[in-house]
């Protein structure tokens, strides 16, 4: 194989993966969301099972954020600064949901054993909110970002993935 052509593929590679991960995160969401509404129609997990896949979600869109906040952004934005405005929009979506996601974390915390009218609206309210802001980041993000990740060759990246780029349970 060509080693221009190889070195292509690589490069191409961190765009697809970071299409991947907002997939990922997108099922993960969904998967939520759907948990979510089987409990409140009283058919569900229960509330200790939710809380599990809440942390779960919780926990890898956090990683992926918190990766991309201290190891890819300052990247970009070194070799890309006309972009730095653009990051700056993407970390302040990070707060938002990160705060979003611990007003979430609060409601499940409380969830009673048997569904409620009133804990549902607030839960769902939530998790709305959650998936609006997330697929607008997301879609803002692909579209400013694939291109510019497409172009850079970051040697560390090839030798162990980053946190931004981890999807399950990778390492």
Known sequence: MNPHSEAGSRLTALGTQLLEVHIWLREML?????????????????????????????????????????????????????????????RADHSQLDWILGNLQKLLDSLPEKPDPATAAKVREEVDALSAIMQTHFIYEEKKLISVLNSMDVPEWRENRPDFLLIDDED
């Open 30 to 90: 969904e998967d939520l969301q759907d948990g979510i509404d089987d409990y409140f129609d009283g058919k569900g997990l229960p509330p200790r099972d939710l809380r599990a896949h809440c942390i779960s979600f919780c926990t890898a869109l956090t990683r992926h954020h918190t990766g991309e906040d201290r190891g890819a952004f300052p990247l970009i934005a070194e070799e890309f600064p006309e972009l730095r405005k653009v990051l700056s929009d993407l």
